[in-house]
T-cell receptor, first 110, second 114 residues
Framework: GDSVTQMEGPVTLSEEAFLTINCTYTATGYPSLFWYVQYPGEGLQLLLK?????DKGSNKGFEATYRKETTSFHLEKGSVQVSDSAVYFCALSSTDKLIFGTGTRLQVFP | DAGVTQSPTHLIKTRGQQVTLRCSPK?????VSWYQQALGQGPQFIFQ???????QRGNFPDRFSGHQFPNYSSELNVNALLLGDSALYLC?????????????FGPGTRLTVL
């Protein structure tokens, strides 16, 4: 069945460092891909999405490109802030339901 | 424009009891999906409601049931609670379109079963 694999965390960075969180997927067909972010004690917020191959989703300085050839959707940010500390979930849409990875915790220190 | 709302925020129950969680979708949305998120895990799909019918169901037992009302709001019911049902329950709403939909999540209901 369809699945999402994320790099294990936590990812620990200093403020202004470059961020990459790896995400790969297995799916039949061509799913839409998403990154959601979860701050402590809160629900999920949609960060960005891409609906077809080579699409780039972007929001708040975060970017991810839908790579069909490598079945990947890695999340990147050029300069992280302390306020970016959260858990990040990669997900794919499979017959209208979302399938999530296990999440990657990001900790950014001043 | 109100986003997805859920109630209650927190709930404590004992084994064997029954619980009802509620969700109001984002304005303009017609589809509600429910997810269970265990501690330290990603959300797992429970089921989805559209036009007041269950359209899809994940790998959850019949103890989990739901309902969607004409105003698109939804309830999740869990019977005969088990300790393992302790989790954050997330509701997501979306607008069903021919080219797929994007789901927006509420803040969740934290259920603790003692």
């Amino acid at each position: 069945g369809d699945s999402v694999t994320q790099m294990e965390g936590p990812v620990t960075l200093s403020e202004e460092a470059f961020l990459t969180i790896n995400c790969t997927y297995t799916a039949t067909g061509y799913p839409s891909l998403f990154w959601y972010v979860q701050y402590p004690g809160e629900g999920l917020q949609l960060l960005l999405k891409a609906t077809k191959a080579d699409d780039k989703g972007s929001n708040k300085g975060f970017e991810a490109t839908y790579r069909k050839e490598t079945t990947s959707f890695h999340l990147e940010k050029g300069s992280v802030q302390v306020s970016d500390s959260a858990v990040y979930f990669c997900a794919l849409s499979s017959t209208d339901k979302l399938i999530f990875g296990t999440g990657t915790r990001l900790q950014v220190f001043p | 424009d109100a986003g997805v709302t859920q109630s209650p925020t927190h709930l404590i129950k004992t084994r064997g009891q029954q619980v009802t969680l509620r969700c109001s979708p984002k304005s303009g949305h017609d589809t509600v999906s429910w997810y269970q998120q265990a501690l330290g895990q990603g959300p797992q799909f429970i089921f989805q409601y559209y036009e007041e019918e269950e359209r899809q169901r994940g790998n959850f037992p019949d103890r989990f049931s739901g309902h969607q009302f004409p105003n698109y709001s939804s309830e999740l019911n869990v019977n005969a609670l088990l300790l393992g049902d302790s989790a954050l329950y997330l509701c997501a709403s979306s607008l069903r379109t021919a080219w797929g939909d994007t789901q927006y999540f509420g803040p969740g209901t934290r259920l603790t079963v003692l």
